[in-house]
């Protein structure tokens, strides 16, 4: 690709169109190599476009872990084009779009193949900020065994924000993107949902559902799909002092709660 391709890789309209996001600073690129180096089949073909100083880098990082990648030395006024940070480390690395979206018969087989299994979903309807995402992101890869569901108008999980604030996490959750609300009855049976008169989450029954929602930061999940999934709600309970907690936070505490009582 050109590099005034490349840099079109921060809208999402061209992420799609070439099949490409970016993945930058020296600590994300690190994680990039240890995952392409044990799953070299989901990494494909990867481009790491460096200034002068990383040379050394390279040769001590990437030339000796054997993971293929093509690497392309830029000039610092090409790094700083590339980059959508003001002080940008140097490193970039273009990196293919996995295949996330999954066809309904697709989705109906996989979940069909993980019935038996411990694996929990997370859906999340029209999440809109990409640092909740990316925090989200790093909780499920934290725990494991997890896959995550995003419905469509959701940020895209690989905007460079979302990337950013994941750390990392975001090369290791499973995510399957575009899952529309209506079409989750399809695939599962039973549904929890937080709300401020639900069950206390520490109840033996929380960890007994197969498909967990969470809504959009302001408006929630709608009611009407709630009611019509028969979902069950549960809180967290807190103090009162405050009427609600931050998305990523509420996701946090269900995904803690799940593992310890598994």
Same mark, same amino acid.
């Given at each position: 690709?050109?590099?005034?391709?490349?840099?079109?890789?921060?809208?999402?309209?061209?992420?799609?169109?070439?099949?490409?996001?970016?993945?930058?600073?020296?600590?994300?690129?690190?994680?990039?190599?240890?995952?392409?180096?044990?799953?070299?089949?989901?990494?494909?073909?990867?481009?790491?476009?460096?200034?002068?100083?990383?040379?050394?880098?390279?040769?001590?990082?990437?030339?000796?872990?054997?993971?293929?990648?093509?690497?392309?030395?830029?000039?610092?006024?090409?790094?700083?084009?590339?980059?959508?940070?003001?002080?940008?480390?140097?490193?970039?690395?273009?990196?293919?779009?996995?295949?996330?979206?999954?066809?309904?018969?697709?989705?109906?087989?996989?979940?069909?193949?993980?019935?038996?299994?411990?694996?929990?979903?997370?859906?999340?309807?029209?999440?809109?900020?990409?640092?909740?995402?990316?925090?989200?992101?790093?909780?499920?890869?934290?725990?494991?065994?997890?896959?995550?569901?995003?419905?469509?108008?959701?940020?895209?999980?690989?905007?460079?924000?979302?990337?950013?604030?994941?750390?990392?996490?975001?090369?290791?959750?499973?995510?399957?993107?575009?899952?529309?609300?209506?079409?989750?009855?399809?695939?599962?049976?039973?549904?929890?949902?937080?709300?401020?008169?639900?069950?206390?989450?520490?109840?033996?029954?929380?960890?007994?559902?197969?498909?967990?929602?969470?809504?959009?930061?302001?408006?929630?999940?709608?009611? +009407?799909?709630? &009611? *019509?999934? #028969?979902?069950? %709600? @549960?809180?967290?309970?807190? /103090?009162?002092?405050?009427?609600?907690? +931050?998305?990523? &936070? *509420?996701? #946090?505490?269900? %995904? @803690?709660?799940?593992?310890? /009582?598994?």
């Amino acid at each position: 690709m050109k590099l005034s391709d490349v840099k079109k890789l921060h809208q999402k309209k061209f992420r799609t169109q070439f099949g490409f996001y970016l993945v930058e600073g020296e600590h994300l690129v690190l994680e990039l190599i240890n995952v392409a180096r044990h799953k070299a089949q989901s990494t494909g073909n990867i481009t790491l476009y460096i200034t002068a100083e990383y040379e050394p880098w390279v040769r001590e990082y990437v030339l000796s872990s054997n993971v293929q990648m093509n690497v392309e030395t830029v000039s610092s006024q090409q790094m700083q084009q590339l980059s959508d940070t003001k002080s940008p480390q140097g490193i970039i690395a273009r990196v293919p779009l996995p295949n996330a979206t999954l066809s309904t018969e697709q989705s109906k087989t996989s979940n069909n193949a993980h019935s038996s299994s411990t694996e929990k979903y997370i859906y999340l309807y029209e999440v809109q900020d990409p640092g909740n995402l990316g925090t989200i992101l790093r909780t499920l890869a934290w725990f494991g065994n997890f896959t995550l569901l995003l419905s469509p108008n959701s940020v895209d999980p690989y905007n460079s924000k979302v990337v950013r604030s994941s750390m990392g996490a975001i090369f290791h959750v499973k995510m399957e993107l575009n899952v529309p609300l209506e079409s989750l009855a399809e695939r599962f049976e039973r549904f929890a949902f937080l709300d401020m008169d639900g069950r206390n989450i520490t109840s033996e029954t929380f960890g007994s559902y197969q498909c967990y929602l969470f809504g959009n930061e302001a408006r929630g999940v709608p009611s +009407n799909a709630l &009611s *019509a999934l #028969n979902a069950t %709600a @549960y809180t967290i309970a807190g /103090s009162g002092k405050i009427d609600s907690l +931050n998305l990523a &936070s *509420a996701v #946090n505490v269900c %995904a @803690y709660e799940l593992t310890r /009582s598994a």
